[in-house]
Antibody, heavy 127, light 106 residues
Framework: EVQLVESGGGLVQPGGSLRLSCAASGFTFNTYWMIWVRQAPEKGLEWVADIKHDGSDQYFVESVKGRFTISRDNAKNSLYLQMNSLRAEDTAVYYC????????????????????WGKGTTVTVSS | EIMMTQYPATLSVSPGERATLSCRASQSVSSSLAWYQHKPGQAPRLLVYGASTRATGIPARFSGGGSGTEFTLTISSLQSEDFAVYYCQQYINWWTFGQGTKVEIK
């Protein structure tokens, strides 16, 4: 069974740090791009960061650049999100998801959608 | 950034009835559009990608349509397990989501 399980969430003070983990199973982890998505209370879903299958490229939403890093350990089938200088507005449920390349007919596009998600881990930034 | 707008925010439907959810993009996303179902405490579930292709294991009562800026997700006959929040998402230019439509029991 294809599965993603997040962990590492919790309560942290503003300015603090937290490291989220995502354990993958049931698929060949090192062949997929992966992504973190978050949902703040009463808000919509927001892409946070994504990483290439070999870890060589990473991309971030503007609001977390310079504060968050994304990494992966393909030997451990694990994805990570290191969050530093946390702010109240980072409070959210954080989901990891697998990205799959969209094949349109016989054409492999440069677009990717999220086909497998975890249940999420909650991060609360508050004093 | 491409903005995604979903309507209505809430849809009240009786079991067995048809539900039609709408999603509008602020600019054309071609067919780079996905729909997800989300229940509290569960992982979001991919229903449709490419605007109209059902994901693996998704029942035929779910169907997606549209292209460009206007999209729909239709649930032909609502089952009890279909009451949830549904999100559309564009993936032509990074990823942005609509605010969701909650399908509730009438």
């Amino acid at each position: 069974e294809v599965q993603l399980v997040e962990s590492g969430g919790g309560l942290v003070q503003p300015g603090g740090s937290l490291r989220l983990s995502c354990a993958a199973s049931g698929f060949t982890f090192n062949t997929y791009w992966m992504i973190w998505v978050r949902q703040a209370p009463e808000k919509g879903l927001e892409w946070v960061a994504d990483i290439k299958h070999d870890g060589s490229d990473q991309y971030f939403v503007e609001s977390v650049k310079g504060r968050f890093t994304i990494s992966r350990d393909n030997a451990k089938n694990s994805l990570y999100l290191q969050m530093n200088s946390l702010r109240a507005e980072d409070t959210a449920v954080y989901y990891c998801a697998r990205l799959t390349q969209w094949v349109r007919g016989v054409i492999m596009t440069n677009s990717y959608y999220m086909d497998v998600w975890g249940k999420g881990t909650t991060v609360t930034v508050s004093s | 950034e491409i903005m995604m707008t979903q309507y209505p925010a809430t849809l009240s439907v009786s079991p067995g009835e048809r539900a039609t959810l709408s999603c509008r993009a602020s600019q054309s996303v071609s067919s780079s559009l996905a729909w997800y179902q989300h229940k509290p405490g569960q992982a979001p579930r991919l229903l449709v990608y490419g605007a109209s292709t059902r994901a693996t294991g998704i029942p035929a009562r779910f169907s997606g349509g549209g292209s460009g800026t206007e999209f729909t997700l239709t649930i032909s006959s609502l089952q009890s397990e279909d009451f949830a929040v549904y999100y559309c998402q564009q993936y032509i230019n990074w990823w942005t989501f609509g605010q969701g439509t909650k399908v509730e029991i009438k």
